[in-house]
């Protein structure tokens, strides 16, 4: 198993999970303006990595389609990062983390009802679990956990457009952020003309923040890029856990959000549906590999690149 992948991996899912560390500490300015700055800083560090590298060839190669489903995936990831820096900020980190555990169980989900796939026992019944978790959380919030259902279509969409575009992550953060620059730089104008701008304003620490957003989206996505080279889907796989259930201990030990029993039930739900889909998906590939010994060119074959986390 090469550690340094494995290294790679986890070390991607962790820095995702700990986002509402980051996201905290710019909690003084408005939700929208966050948003702003993470889609300029990050086609600011996409334009270095691809100066540094000399990568541009990707670039000229996408023709109308990708730019299309690029677009979409622009506006998708949009409401997706925009949603979570709400939820955020406002002290729902639970509920953005219970987005996060729904997110593989809706994606088979979408697999079913887009790609005509064909459910396996075991995803009938992860599915199953995961809709009654839902359904007792519902009870619990007194209302739909919009957040996480929101959260975990728009990532799961986004996977699926991701998918059909077969697009490299760096060119694809750097197309999707480059569409949505005009509007994030022109509203960090409007703001700071307005006076109301965080930036600068509140303070050097808070400016320095907000610059390094982009090194916060973009350091993880490499890390998952190294990993995702180094190791098989079936080991990648299981370790996304880690991202939603740092969020979970986050927003249940630092921040001191209340998790009611009959919303513990609800997520005791949703986590025994993951086992339940992870450990069908781990006895599926160990049943293949009996079959079909894999051939040594396909021993840490790249696995196909999962939509960016938050």
């Known amino acids: 198993m090469n550690t340094s992948g494995i290294a790679c991996g986890i070390g991607a899912y ?13 909690s003084s ?6 948003l702003a700055h993470r889609i300029v800083w990050s086609l600011v560090v ?7 590298t000399r990568t541009t060839r990707p670039f000229r190669a996408l023709d109308r389609r990708a730019y299309l489903l690029l677009a979409l995936a622009a506006a998708l ?41 064909r459910l396996r026992a075991h995803q009938w019944v992860a ?8 359904a007792v959380l ?13 959260l975990a279509t728009s990532f799961a969409v986004y996977g699926l457009v991701k998918k059909k575009a077969d697009i490299g992550a760096v060119t694809s953060l750097g197309v999707e952020t480059a569409i949505l620059f005009p509007c994030a730089l022109g509203y960090l104008i409007a703001v700071d003309l307005s006076g109301d701008a965080a930036f600068v304003r509140h303070g050097w620490s808070i400016s320095v923040l907000f610059a390094a957003s982009g090194l916060v989206t973009a350091v993880p996505l490499l890390l998952f890029n190294a990993a995702a080279v180094r190791v098989p889907l079936s080991v990648l ?3 996304q856990y880690i991202t939603p259930t740092t969020q979970f201990l986050l927003g249940v030990l630092l921040y001191g959000e209340h998790v009611s029993p009959v919303r513990m039930a609800g997520f005791v739900l949703i986590w025994l ?10 006895v599926r590939r160990r049943q293949l590999r009996r079959r079909a010994p894999p051939s040594d060119d396909a021993i840490g074959a790249p696995v196909q690149t999962p939509a960016r986390r938050p």
């Open 273 to 282: 549906a993951l086992a339940v889909l992870t450990g069908g998906l781990l």
């Open 46 to 52: 996409v334009a270095i990595i691809v100066m540094a």
């Open 237 to 239: 796989g299981p370790l």
């Open 127 to 134: 599915i199953g679990l995961a809709a009654a978790g839902v």
């Open 14 to 26: 962790a820095l995702w999970g700990l986002m509402p560390l980051y996201l905290k500490l710019l």
């Open 138 to 150: 519902t009870v619990g919030y007194g209302r739909p956990p919009w957040i996480a259902l929101i």
């Open 29 to 34: 300015a408005g939700e929208i303006e966050i």
């Open 77 to 117: 990831i949009t409401v997706n990062w925009g949603t979570y820096i709400w939820a955020v900020v406002s002290d729902q980190v639970v509920e953005a983390a219970l987005g996060y555990f729904i997110n593989p169980l809706l994606t088979v989900a979408l697999g079913v009802v887009v790609l005509r796939e």
